[in-house]
């Protein structure tokens, strides 16, 4: 079974600020991984994943993650970020199946990001 | 490009009623799954199929239930309903990949 953990429920930043929300995931089997943004009573947005090759990814808004296998941890960062990106930021696993197919999303609680001018 | 479709986008209903959730994937998508979000949390995996058959089954309660028809769409059907499953109910679609697009969601109210 797999699990995640996101480490900060709620991140304030201010406006033009780096910031970096934490991700740490269980799994037994290889994995992929995904951080998915919600803002206020939308849908789930993909922000990026990790599949293989490159434990660094980039995805769209500006935001990247990097993937360590000896830590376990997908975090997110976003080297200047702007009022826009307050929404919900939900860290997500899936296990790698037999035929490199994934399966169903286990997700992390959420991280809160709240961007002040 | 096509995206997932879900109907009705919001729904409210009173205890004991009956609920019927709609899901259209991305064409020619195989493989469905449907999450429930409560109030403040983080999306749950209820149910999933591929090819029209279930794959695999989380907390999904017995008073639930869904398919996939023949044309890729799916349904999850929900009776007796209690305030509990108030929440936001996602479907998303994928093609044999890691994946997933997800629709933008029911909004279900059980007053």
């Known amino acids: 079974a797999q699990s995640v953990t996101q480490l900060d429920s709620q991140v304030p930043v201010f406006e033009e600020a780096p910031v970096e929300l934490r991700c740490n995931y269980s799994s037994s089997v290889s994995v992929y991984l995904f951080w998915y943004v919600q803002y206020p009573n939308q849908g789930l947005q993909l922000l990026l994943k990790?599949?293989?090759?490159?434990?660094l990814v980039k995805g769209i808004n500006g935001f990247e993650a990097e993937f360590n296998k000896s830590q376990t941890s997908f975090h997110l960062r976003k080297p200047s970020v702007h009022i826009s990106d307050t929404a919900e930021y939900f860290c997500?696993?899936?296990?790698?199946?037999?035929?490199?197919?994934?399966?169903?999303?286990?997700f992390g609680q959420g991280t809160e990001l709240s961007v002040k001018p | 490009a096509a995206g997932v479709i879900q109907s009705p986008r919001h729904l409210i209903k009173e205890k004991r009623e009956t609920a019927t959730l709609k899901c259209y994937p991305i064409?020619?998508?195989?493989?469905v799954y449907w999450y429930q979000q409560g109030p403040g949390q983080d999306p749950q995996f209820l149910i999933s199929f591929y090819e029209k058959m279930q794959s695999d089954k989380g907390s999904i309660p017995d008073r639930f239930s869904a398919q996939q028809f023949s044309d890729y769409h799916s349904e999850l059907n929900m009776s007796s309903l209690e305030l509990g499953d108030s929440a936001l109910y996602f479907c998303?679609?994928?093609?044999?990949?890691?994946?997933?697009?997800f629709g933008p969601g029911t909004r279900l109210t059980v007053t």
């Open positions: 064409p020619r998508h195989d493989t």
């Open positions: 998303a679609s994928s093609l044999t990949s890691a994946e997933q697009y």
């Open positions: 997500a696993v899936s296990a790698r199946g037999q035929y490199n197919q994934g399966g169903k999303l286990i």
């Open positions: 990790y599949l293989s090759g490159s434990t």
